[in-house]
């Protein structure tokens, strides 16, 4: 299974962007996807996910600017991002847990990241 992310690149503070992932190769069911952020001397933190349902969760700071959906097919997630801030700036990185066979268990998988800078 290989995650491709893409779209990052730099803009001015209050600008967007719309980071793409498909995920490829041979498996049963894709559950929730997402993506995660890690600014140079951070920890990765999840930035928002969503499940097969479409029920989402964000952090704090990406709520009323984000928005993480999923492609007509199960295998794509895009993250919407507007009004961006230079604390926004990371390396963006998508997950997501997939199952390979029926009634096994789903695994994590990730992304290589595409880089994300807000500044003037």
């Known amino acids: 299974v290989h995650l491709q992310a893409s779209g990052g690149g730099s803009v001015q503070p209050g600008g967007s962007l719309r980071l793409s992932c498909i995920a490829s190769g041979s498996f049963f069911r894709i559950g929730v996807m997402g993506w995660y952020r890690q600014g140079s001397e951070d920890q990765r933190e999840l930035v928002a996910i969503i499940d097969s349902d479409g029920t989402t969760r964000y952090v704090e700071s990406a709520k009323g600017r984000f928005t993480i959906s999923r492609g007509n097919g199960e295998n794509t997630v895009y993250l919407q991002m507007t009004t961006l801030r230079p604390e926004d700036t990371a390396v963006y990185y998508c997950?997501?847990?997939?199952?390979?066979?029926?009634?096994?268990?789903?695994?994590?998988?990730w992304g290589q990241g595409t880089l994300v800078t807000v500044s003037s």
């Open positions: 997950n997501a847990r997939i199952s390979h066979y029926k009634g096994s268990p789903d695994y994590p998988y």
